[in-house]
C-alpha cells in the first residue's frame, strides 16, 4: 500500500512533531512503515483477515501512545514491536472465538534476504516461503517470525511470549527446520532459506 524510506535524521524530526500534535508528521510515519507494520501481522497472525485487524490496532496504538515514545530505538522498531503486540493479542481473541475461516496463502507483502535472483524467481520464493510460514504450528511460527522478521532478541521473545529462553531458542530452531521440511520436502538438500536464517 505504501513504500516510503525515511532516513533516520528525517525520522526523529519527525516524531518530535508527531509528538507536539503535528498530523501531517505523524501520517507520514505511519504510511511510511505500514507495509511492514501488515507483513509483520500477516506473518504472525497467518492469515490477512487477523493481520487487517492487528494492523489497525497497531496503528491506533501508536497513535494513542507516540507521546511515550522515548527514542531509545528507531521509532519504525517501537512501531513494530507495538505491531507485534497488537497481533499477539488478535491471536489470542481468534483463539477464544470459533474459527470461521480457513488461513488464505495470499502473500503479497515483502520478504526480505532474497538477492541474486530474477524478478519472477524472487516473487515465487516470497510466495513459497509466506505459504511455508502459514503452514507452520503457531507456537513454532511466531517465535520465528519475531526473530527473524520483527528483530527480537531470544530474551525480548521470552519476555513477550511469557516462556523460558531456552524454549524460545528450541522453537526457532524447530521452526526452521519444519519450515525447510514445508519449501524443500524431506530431502536433504543443502539450501539456506535467506533472510530466515541470520543469527
Not at 58 to 87: D, H, M, P, Q
Not at 92 to 99: A, E, L, V, Y
Not at 187 to 195: A, H, I, L, R, T
Request: net charge negative; aromatic share 6%.
Amino acid at each position: 500500500m505504501y513504500s516510503l524510506s525515511i532516513e533516520k535524521s528525517e525520522e526523529s524530526r519527525l516524531v518530535q512533531l508527531a509528538q507536539k500534535g503535528d498530523t501531517n508528521a505523524l501520517d507520514t510515519l505511519l504510511r511510511a512503515n505500514y507495509d511492514r507494520i501488515f507483513s509483520i501481522c500477516r506473518k504472525v497472525a497467518g492469515n490477512d483477515a487477523d493481520a487487517d485487524d492487528a494492523t489497525q490496532e497497531a496503528l491506533c496504538s501508536i497513535v494513542r501512545n507516540i507521546s511515550s515514545f522515548k527514542g531509545e530505538s528507531r521509532f519504525s522498531t517501537w512501531a513494530y514491536r507495538v505491531a507485534t503486540n497488537a497481533c499477539l493479542d488478535e491471536i489470542r481473541k481468534r483463539n477464544r472465538r470459533p474459527q470461521l475461516q480457513l488461513s488464505e496463502a495470499e502473500p503479497t507483502r515483502s520478504i526480505s534476504g532474497l538477492v541474486g535472483k530474477s524478478m519472477e524467481d524472487q516473487i515465487a520464493d516470497r510466495l513459497l516461503i509466506e505459504e511455508a510460514l502459514t503452514a507452520l504450528p503457531e507456537d513454532f511460527r511466531v517465535p520465528l517470525v519475531l526473530r527473524d522478521q520483527v528483530g527480537m532478541n531470544y530474551q525480548e521473545i521470552a519476555e513477550l511470549l511469557s516462556i523460558a529462553q531456552g524454549t524460545v531458542k528450541s522453537r526457532i530452531a524447530r521452526g526452521r527446520e519444519r519450515l525447510k521440511i514445508e519449501i524443500f520436502g524431506n530431502k536433504e538438500e543443502d539450501q539456506d532459506v535467506k533472510g530466515l536464517e541470520h543469527e
